[in-house]
């Protein structure tokens, strides 16, 4: 499974910004999918998630009702929408993918070494 991020950019804070990933292999339909960030000087953190099928995401409590995830399983891509960003936004954002068939709540979502699959990163620069 090879993943690619894409969609990054500079930004000003209130403004919205489309990432993409772009997900290579057997089974796309059967990852879990999920978004992480890192900050210059910080670890990586966990930004959403979505289960195989779509119907189950979860939010780290940052980004909660300003990010929607959303996957398409016709075209092996998951998307992650930021509205209202903000300076603390800005990261390199990873996507990752977890399976094949995990159940999103059986597993830590949060934690990157759930992720076997990571894409490259795209940076994502908001301005105050």
């Known amino acids: 499974v090879q993943l690619q991020a894409s969609g990054g950019g500079l930004v000003q804070a209130g403004e919205s910004l489309r990432l993409s990933c772009a997900v290579s292999?057997?089974?796309?339909?059967?990852?879990?999918l999920g978004w992480f960030r890192q900050a210059s000087g910080k670890e990586r953190e966990f930004v959403a998630a979505i289960s195989w099928n779509g119907g189950n995401t979860h939010y780290a409590d940052s980004v909660k009702g300003r990010f929607t995830i959303s996957r398409d399983n016709a075209k092996n891509t998951v998307h992650l929408q930021m509205n209202s960003l903000k300076p603390e936004d800005t990261a390199v954002y990873y996507c990752a993918a977890a399976g094949p068939r995990f159940i999103l709540d059986w597993i830590n979502y949060e934690g990157p070494k759930s992720y076997a699959y990571w894409g490259q990163g795209t940076l994502v620069t908001v301005s105050s």
């Open positions: 292999g057997r089974s796309f339909s059967s990852y879990i």
